[in-house]
């Protein structure tokens, strides 16, 4: 069974930095792209930023344009986890953030970028991240 356990969430004031880590098991870690999504309560779950999904390149990174740098994604597949690091946090970055996996079929990878919540077939638990004033 396809498994995704995401930690690290908390409450941090602004300015601060959380990393969040994404913990896959049950499946071949290395053969699917990894998206962080958020989640507001009464809006959309929005795209964050991925890895292995863009340009038909593995390892290959995207971020929302909102973010304007303040994130990083990487992976670490020994580990069979994706992390993601926020720096610079404010309120505007409080929400449910979830990681998701999307496996790619016959050696092709995504040209993406896939930051869509309807591309991805797996998903964690959420964890909650709160920025204070």
């Known amino acids: 069974e396809v498994q995704l356990v995401e930690s690290g969430g908390g409450l941090v004031q602004a300015g601060g930095s959380l990393r969040l880590s994404c913990v896959a098991s049950g499946f071949t870690f290395d053969d699917y792209a990894i998206g962080w999504f958020r989640q507001v309560p009464g809006k959309e779950r929005e795209g964050v930023s991925c890895?292995?999904?863009?340009?038909?390149?593995?390892?290959?990174?995207y971020y929302a344009d909102s973010l304007k740098g303040r994130f990083t994604i990487s992976r670490d597949n020994a580990k069979n986890t994706v992390y993601l690091q926020m720096n610079s946090l404010n309120r505007e970055d409080t929400a449910v953030y979830y990681c998701?996996?999307?496996?790619?079929?016959?050696?092709?990878?995504?040209?993406?970028?896939?930051?869509?919540?309807?591309?991805?077939?797996?998903w964690g638990q959420g964890t909650q991240v709160t920025v204070s004033s």
């Open positions: 890895i292995s999904c863009k340009d038909g390149i593995k390892g290959s990174t």
């Open positions: 998701a996996a999307a496996r790619v079929s016959d050696g092709v990878w995504y040209e993406g970028p896939l930051l869509d919540r309807h591309e991805y077939g797996d």
